[in-house]
């Protein structure tokens, strides 16, 4: 089949600007063909070379003393003690999910457990953070099916637990939901598999589902705006097989234990181009592929979409020849394709050969290591303007806006969508603070969680990437876990707006404060640019994914709240309401700056919460709605009512950071306060659980009444 020419409509079509095109031709010192062209704009592409973001990624701790393996493999490698290792990443598919929202929040699910189990290690936890448009929005209806339905049917049906993440709604988002994916797995520390190719002649094996023409084009598309066009796209959107991928997982974990395996690496975004061409640009070496080899579940497929095909459930690997009869046989046991497609050489090349004739021969160190690197243009975010005052409000009237909205409503109707004790090593089902898995065969248990406040990042970039580090933080320590590690999915607007590119650089910096004073490095992780429909930019959105570790189930604190406990509250509260949910969703008002984050005051309490559990009853952190949602939160899942001292607005609504809510019994009470005084902790006793009632100062309502707000807005408004 003839190859098209190469014209201007072509290039802009595959994402290259004039100055990357006159780059191809620079090194190639002649034309590229249809298929090189199309190499180089899954290589060179915002999704696969982080051109935009590079630079400011470099910056970011992501090292320590219990980090095996940072960022620059399938997912990152945490040692957890004994020997053992937890391996995870979060990864967006914001572009495919909204164009197709069922397949496209299902693939996102099936590639990031493939970074995961690519990695050596069998995946024990899910979570997902969502963001869709405002809810009277003519699509969101459809997204939020589509998507929870994509998550839970390939989540379910793979035999994963989904164990928490986060669901927000705000009109940023009509035009470009996002979906973020997460996966971790078990792995025993000394048997990590790694993507780098090494020796020369080395066989270069395809491994698993057939190739398609599903997906085409998938990584460039989602390095691109929306406009009008969009519905043409749907297309490029993969198509997964759940089913298929468990059976993969297997085979490839059987494959490991006989020695076969040199490198082995996903085929996600950009396929075949892009794990080939990592696999040996890590290994400095060249790869050659001879294409009619690849499975082929269509007819008269090209080399242009056999490359930058997206199929599902695939890996590539280099094998160690002496074991080809038992890995092929692992293959053949799981009837799963295992075909030879090429071999490793050592010349610097990416040569790719179809049918005895030459479809590309290319340079492959220029295709990962030297893709193009932009120092984008940027400027600060400007400081937000004084707040003016916000009224006061009855506080029952304030909590029910909060408890009947949809961003802060129980999201029981979507997590009972997720088998979350499939594995039965779950020891808290979604849906109050964060996720825990027991690690199998251990007393030990490892706690998950996923968190950013959007508006913060918007109004002050730095204080909200930080904001978005201490709250997984305190998330994890509410539950009593040592905080290990993150990694983070950094969804932007358009990078070469200087505004956009301004608020990445500002929540990086933010970022990396943070998870260096509270010693989180960032293990892995992802960056989605260019989240915008015909110039309308999402909220910038970094998502932070954290890792804990429970040394013994007997560290776990309780989150619901027990009659007759007190309530203290552990932090400083100056009642910060600038970007507070009750701002949002009672004055309908997005003013104001940020809440500080005390990097300081976040480390003390954070240390003072871990070593006084066992005085603790229950424990919640403030975040969104302070101390009157958290309370409400903590009591409502201990069935009882609760009763606070003040009805101040800001004491009861304000967002100030680094503080925790706990539940204890008096002598407990007395002895925390004397522990508080010696490590220099603000707590305060503010009111104590119990009854039927919520109390908030002098008004009131029943926990039956506000209870069903709670649980019953959400399917309300999409059931």
């Given amino acids: 089949?003839?190859?098209?020419?190469?014209?201007?409509?072509?290039?802009?079509?595959?994402?290259?600007?004039?100055?990357?095109?006159?780059?191809?031709?620079?090194?190639?010192?002649?034309?590229?063909?249809?298929?090189?062209?199309?190499?180089?704009?899954?290589?060179?592409?915002?999704?696969?070379?982080?051109?935009?973001?590079?630079?400011?990624?470099?910056?970011?701790?992501?090292?320590?003393?219990?980090?095996?393996?940072?960022?620059?493999?399938?997912?990152?490698?945490?040692?957890?003690?004994?020997?053992?290792?937890?391996?995870?990443?979060?990864?967006?598919?914001?572009?495919?999910?909204?164009?197709?929202?069922?397949?496209g929040a299902a693939t996102g699910v099936g590639g990031i457990l493939r970074d995961v189990f690519t990695m050596g290690a069998r995946p024990i936890a899910a979570m997902n953070a969502l963001s869709f448009g405002e809810k009277d929005h003519p699509k969101t209806r459809q997204l939020v099916h589509g998507v929870v339905e994509g998550v839970g049917g390939y989540g379910n049906c793979f035999g994963v637990p989904t164990v928490g993440g986060e669901v927000r709604f705000h009109p940023a988002y009509n035009g470009n939901c996002l979906v973020n994916a997460f996966a971790a797995g078990l792995a025993d520390a000394d048997k990590i598999f790694y993507s780098a190719a090494s020796g020369v002649g080395m066989p270069v094996v395809y491994l698993g589902a057939k190739t398609g023409r599903d997906g085409v084009g998938g990584?460039?598309?989602?390095?691109?705006?929306?406009?009008?066009?969009?519905?043409?796209?749907?297309?490029?959107?993969?198509?997964?097989?759940?089913?298929?991928?468990?059976?993969?997982?297997?085979?490839?974990?059987?494959?490991?234990?006989t020695g076969a395996v040199i490198s082995i690496q996903d085929m996600g975004a950009a396929g075949l181009t892009c794990s080939a061409v990592e696999m040996g640009d890590k290994g400095e070496l060249g790869i050659r592929l001879d294409l009619e080899n690849v499975p082929q579940r269509e007819e008269n497929m090209t080399a242009y979409e056999m490359m930058l095909s997206e199929s599902q459930e695939r890996m590539l690997m280099v094998l160690n020849p002496d074991k080809e009869d038992a890995a092929r046989a692992v293959f053949e046991k799981w009837d799963l394709d295992f075909a030879i497609v090429g071999e490793t050489i050592a010349e610097d090349r990416f040569l790719i050969m179809h049918n005895g004739t030459c479809m590309a021969d290319l340079p492959l160190s220029k295709l990962s290591s030297s893709a193009p690197e932009y120092d984008r243009p940027w400027v600060e975010t400007p400081a937000v303007d004084a707040m003016d005052d916000v009224p006061?409000?009855?506080?029952?009237?304030?909590?029910?806006?909060?408890?009947?909205?949809?961003?802060?409503?129980?999201?029981?109707w979507v997590f009972e969508q997720y088998d979350s004790q499939v594995m039965a090593d779950t020891v808290r089902i979604p849906g109050l603070g964060a996720g825990i898995v027991r690690v199998h065969d251990t007393d030990k248990a490892l706690a998950f969680t996923s968190d950013v406040t959007p508006r913060y990042v918007k109004a002050n970039p730095v204080e909200g990437g930080k904001q978005a580090v201490a709250e997984a933080y305190r998330n994890l320590t509410a539950v009593g876990a040592k905080p290990l590690a993150t990694t983070d999915n950094l969804n932007f607007g358009n990078p070469e707006k200087p505004e956009i590119m301004g608020q990445f650089v500002g929540a990086l910096k933010g970022i990396g404060a943070a998870v260096g004073a509270l010693d989180v490095p960032i293990v892995s992780g992802n960056v989605s640019l260019y989240n915008e429909t015909d110039g309308q930019g999402i909220l910038p959105t970094p998502t932070i994914g954290a890792?804990?570790?429970?040394?013994?189930?007997?560290?776990?604190?309780?989150?619901?709240?027990?009659?007759?406990?007190?309530?203290?509250?552990?932090?400083?509260?100056?009642?910060?309401?600038?970007?507070?949910?009750?701002?949002?969703?009672?004055?309908?008002?997005?003013?104001?700056?940020?809440?500080?984050?005390?990097?300081?005051?976040?480390?003390?309490?954070?240390?003072?919460?871990?070593?006084?559990?066992e005085l603790i009853g229950a424990c919640n952190d403030l975040s969104d709605g302070g101390l009157a949602m958290a309370a409400f939160e903590m009591a409502?899942?201990?069935?009882?009512?609760?009763?606070?001292?003040?009805?101040?607005?800001?004491?009861?609504?304000g967002e100030d950071q680094a503080r925790?809510?706990?539940?204890?019994?008096?002598?407990?009470?007395?002895?925390?306060?004397?522990?508080?005084?010696?490590?220099?902790?603000?707590?305060v006793t503010v009111g104590k659980f119990g009854g039927e009632t919520v109390k908030l100062g002098d008004t009131e309502a029943t926990l039956a009444e506000m209870s069903a707000i709670y649980r019953d807005a959400f399917g309300g408004y999409f059931a």
């Fill in 1 to 103: 089949m003839t190859e098209p020419q190469i014209t201007k409509d072509i290039i802009a079509a595959h994402g290259l600007n004039d100055d990357e095109y006159a780059e191809i031709l620079r090194i190639l010192n002649r034309e590229p063909t249809f298929t090189e062209l199309g190499i180089f704009s899954a290589m060179w592409n915002e999704h696969c070379s982080y051109k935009s973001s590079k630079k400011w990624l470099r910056t970011l701790p992501t090292t320590g003393p219990q980090v095996i393996c940072g960022p620059g493999e399938n997912a990152g490698v945490v040692d957890i003690g004994d020997g053992q290792a937890v391996v995870f990443k979060m990864e967006s598919h914001n572009h495919p999910s909204y164009i197709e929202p069922y397949q």
């Fill in 219 to 257: 990584a460039t598309m989602a390095s691109a705006e929306f406009d009008d066009t969009i519905e043409e796209k749907r297309p490029t959107v993969q198509v997964g097989d759940p089913f298929t991928e468990k059976r993969l997982m297997e085979a490839c974990l059987e494959l490991m234990k």
């Fill in 392 to 412: 006061g409000v009855d506080p029952i009237d304030g909590l029910k806006a909060l408890l009947g909205s949809p961003n802060y409503c129980s999201r029981q």
């Fill in 547 to 613: 890792v804990g570790l429970l040394n013994t189930l007997d560290d776990l604190i309780a989150g619901a709240a027990e009659d007759g406990q007190l309530a203290l509250l552990v932090g400083e509260t100056a009642g910060h309401l600038g970007q507070s949910a009750l701002l949002a969703e009672v004055f309908n008002r997005e003013d104001g700056d940020a809440p500080h984050v005390d990097l300081d005051a976040e480390l003390r309490n954070g240390d003072f919460i871990r070593a006084n559990r």
């Fill in 636 to 653: 409502e899942a201990g069935g009882v009512g609760v009763q606070l001292d003040s009805s101040d607005t800001p004491f009861l609504f």
């Fill in 660 to 683: 925790y809510l706990i539940a204890c019994t008096f002598d407990q009470a007395e002895a925390l306060m004397s522990a508080a005084a010696q490590a220099g902790v603000s707590i």
